[in-house]
């Protein structure tokens, strides 16, 4: 079961990490957008979808998935497991602050550049290399 459960929460995360890659970019381009606009309006339902079809579930999966394999594989005690868990909870951060950002774009209140959203759309990437650094290395 082990093996099963590991690429659910593999193929969660891949699904997590398409999504909030691709979340900000749609941003950079909502953000030109005339508020109300046939465009505006295009993005605000590509984002819902993107965000409460995709996204969300594709977390909820995998820290449901992650957290069982951490459970019966006996990784509490290891410290790059730790250090996984912080980042990951940086990770969620950023999801929450991405859908803080979809409701003002929703409600046409958006107030930040494209350029804000251009230097979102890094953070998540930077996060997911130390991310696959711990689990593939396992440094300490």
């Known amino acids: 079961m082990y093996d099963w459960i590991k690429a659910l929460h593999v ?4 699904a997590w990490m398409a999504a909030i890659l691709y979340l900000p ?3 950079v381009y909502h953000a030109s957008a005339t508020p109300g ?3 505006s ?14 996204m969300t579930p594709a977390m909820i999966v995998a820290w449901l998935a992650g ?6 594989g006996g990784w509490l005690k290891s410290g790059w ?3 996984k868990l912080l980042l990951v909870l940086g990770m969620t951060g ?3 602050l991405l ?3 979809r409701k003002g774009f929703a409600e046409d209140r958006n107030t930040r550049s494209a350029t804000v959203y251009r230097v979102w759309n890094e953070v998540p990437t930077l996060l997911m290399i130390l991310v696959v650094i711990l689990v593939v290395v396992k440094p300490f």
């Open 41 to 54: 309006e295009t993005f605000k339902v590509m984002e819902r979808r993107l965000l409460k079809a995709i």
């Open 99 to 101: 859908a803080a950002w």
């Open 67 to 72: 957290l069982w394999l951490v459970w019966q």
């Open 25 to 27: 970019r749609l941003y």
């Open 11 to 14: 193929i969660a995360v891949i």
């Open 81 to 83: 497991l730790h250090a």
């Open 37 to 39: 606009s046939e465009l």
């Open 94 to 96: 950023v999801h929450g």
